[in-house]
């Protein structure tokens, strides 16, 4: 049996965890139209649409990852860590491909390496 740092209990899983850790899947589709606060690691697309090289189709959104209380929701894939970090506002469509989150940009920034880093 799980045990979700929302409190949740459950014996399986119909969503992974990696991209939101502590959260349980109904709790994470529960956020979906919420106003979060996010990082993304690489310049945001101009189209706002994400692609998935893996299903060669657009994502939703703009993939990034999920701020709670000014640290990431995630573990940061080690592939990003060398691109320009941003840090901004948008509103969860849902989640990709490789259920990372999915946002409708409403504000963003680059921060320095040295934030980011700080935010994990």
Known sequence: MTTYGC???RSWNPGADL???GLCWDCRKAMVGQE???LRFGK???SGYSYNYQSNRNEAGVSCYVVINGKVAA???GEFEDRQAYIGR???LGFGGDD???VQIISIRKISGKKADRMR
């Open 36 to 38: 979060i606060e996010f």
């Open 100 to 102: 990372e989150a999915l």
């Open 7 to 9: 409190g949740h209990k």
């Open 19 to 21: 991209h939101l850790k």
């Open 44 to 46: 945001p697309p101009e």
């Open 75 to 77: 573990t940061v894939r």
């Open 90 to 92: 948008g509103i969860l």
